[in-house]
């Protein structure tokens, strides 16, 4: 079983920053993109950053100079950081990790964490 766990996110004004961690734990063997998606109230869920395993970035046009994705590997952790934080990033934001969970086959599976509140506001 695979488990991840978010934490960091909260209220904070505009112009502020937050730090969001998830952590992976459980069984697996591999783990390859990670990414952080965050969905607004009556809006779809939108990729806002992904890191592949070899470190390349990816980042949504509305955070891009503002937003960093990083992973510690060895923590199975990735991470955002979010600085000059605007109003329209107020959102639920979720990561995202794919993973090999088998030595025995080499199918990916997606997995979830169960989101973190990120209010932005005065």
């Known amino acids: 079983q695979v488990q991840l766990v978010e934490s960091g996110g909260g209220l904070v004004q505009p112009g502020g920053s937050l730090r969001l961690s998830c952590a992976a734990s459980g069984s697996f063997v591999t783990i390859y993109d990670m990414g952080w998606y965050r969905q607004a109230p009556g809006k779809q869920r939108e990729l806002v950053a992904e890191i592949t395993s070899g470190g390349s970035t990816n980042y949504v046009d509305s955070v891009k100079g503002r937003f960093s994705i990083s992973r510690d590997n060895a923590k199975n952790t990735v991470y955002l950081q979010m600085n000059t934080l605007k109003t329209e990033d107020t959102a639920v934001y979720y990561c995202?990790?794919?993973?090999?969970?088998?030595?025995?086959?080499?199918?990916?599976?997606?997995?979830w964490g169960q989101g973190t509140q990120v209010t932005v506001s005065s």
């Open positions: 995202k990790m794919t993973m090999r969970r088998f030595a025995t086959t080499p199918s990916r599976y997606d997995y």
